[in-house]
């Protein structure tokens, strides 16, 4: 299981679907993902941080409701051990894209 969010950062790298941190900077033709970090949650003892859970939203654009894109990103998921919970599909208009959304928790520690 990922452990924290750089960790997922550097895998994100690995996924045969571009994906970046939060947005694109140019055009980018579908599939791609966009994830960001969507929440924190602190863990406290005795006052002190512990750790912090983190949820991590991960946006899937495609141009159409495409199954398979989807099928190999869940599979990119679970083969990095990324528990990743399919949230979402909604039609953009103004991009007349398909967003799937699917969210994600990690543990940091301190």
Do not use: H
């Not at 949650?41 to 159409?64: F, P």
Request: with cysteine; net charge negative.
């Amino acid at each position: 299981m990922i452990k924290n969010f750089a960790k997922f950062k550097e895998l994100a790298q690995s996924s045969k679907i571009p994906c970046k941190e939060a947005e694109y900077s140019k055009s980018v033709n579908p599939p791609f993902a966009a994830y960001f970090r969507a929440e924190e949650r602190g863990i406290y003892a005795d006052s002190q941080l512990i750790e912090t859970i983190v949820t991590v939203m991960i946006e899937l654009y495609t141009a159409k409701a495409d199954e398979k894109s989807e099928r190999a990103f869940e599979k990119w998921l679970a083969d990095n051990e990324i528990p990743a919970k399919k949230t979402r599909r909604t039609w953009i208009t103004e991009e007349k894209f398909y967003c799937t959304i699917y969210e994600a928790e990690m543990i940091e520690f301190d």
